[in-house]
Antibody, heavy 131, light 111 residues
Framework: QVQLVESGGGVVQPGRSLRLSCAAS????????MHWVRQATGKGLEWVAV????????YYADSVKGRFTISRDNSQNTLYLQMNSLRAEDTAVYYC????????????????????????WGRGTLVTVSS | QSALTQPPSVSGSPGQSVTISCTGT?????????VSWYRQPPGTAPKLILY???NRPLGVPDRFSGSKSGNTATLTISGLQAEDEADYYC???????????FGGGTKLTVL
């Protein structure tokens, strides 16, 4: 079954840390860039970060740069988001999302090959930052 | 304030067509064809319905179509159905340090 399942959300105090996980199944995880996208309650979507298929390239939204770290373990088909120095404005549902474009074509893979759009989403995990 | 501008709401009767606009700048919508659209029914995750302005993923009906002119992309839904009620978001790659920007979302009501 093709799916993404997030975990690790919860209630955390401002300034503390939290690590989210996203377990992938049903597709070749190691061939795709992966993203985190968040959505505050009743608000729109906000892109957070992306990691290339091999973990070499990582890019972040300005709002989380220097505080959040995206990583992946291709042997475990798992994506992570380490969130440090959390703020109230980080409160949101966090979705992991698969990039539409495969980084690998005709046996050649490129860490810069990204579509920057998302064809598979998890159900999300809620992060609440509150004292 | 979202980087891309969408109308907060649109409505239409079953069988009619509606359009949702998405206005950005030459740094995003106008500069790249990496415009995508997502549909999000209440309480669920978003689902990709269009990518690269006009392309539909497998399984998305051809009632959903897209176009772009200058800095504005447009989603058209024809033959409206009750199950089309949802929030719709546009997105674009951007040359800014943010990499990806979304619109604020448009709530579609089927009358």
């Amino acid at each position: 079954q093709v799916q993404l399942v997030e975990s690790g959300g919860g209630v955390v105090q401002p300034g503390r840390s939290l690590r989210l996980s996203c377990a992938a199944s049903g597709f070749t995880f190691s061939s795709y860039g992966m993203h985190w996208v968040r959505q505050a309650t009743g608000k729109g979507l906000e892109w957070v970060a992306v990691i290339s298929y091999d973990g070499r390239n990582k890019y972040y939204a300005d709002s989380v740069k220097g505080r959040f770290t995206i990583s992946r373990d291709n042997s475990q088909n798992t994506l992570y988001l380490q969130m440090n120095s959390l703020r109230a404005e980080d409160t949101a549902v966090y979705y992991c999302a698969k990039d539409f474009v495969s980084a690998c074509t005709s046996g050649h893979c490129s860490s810069t090959r990204l579509g920057w759009y998302f064809d598979l989403w998890g159900r999300g995990t809620l992060v609440t930052v509150s004292s | 304030q979202s980087a891309l501008t969408q109308p907060p709401s649109v409505s239409g009767s079953p069988g009619q067509s509606v359009t949702i606009s998405c206005t950005g700048t030459s740094s995003d919508v106008g500069g790249y064809n990496r415009v995508s659209w997502y549909r999000q029914p209440p309480g669920t995750a978003p689902k990709l319905i269009l990518y690269e302005v006009t392309n539909r993923p497998l399984g998305v009906p051809d009632r959903f179509s897209g176009s772009k002119s200058g800095n504005t992309a447009t989603l058209t839904i024809s033959g409206l159905q009750a199950e089309d009620e949802a929030d719709y978001y546009c997105s674009s790659y951007t040359s800014s340090s943010t990499f990806v920007v979304f619109g604020g979302g448009t709530k579609l009501t089927v009358l």
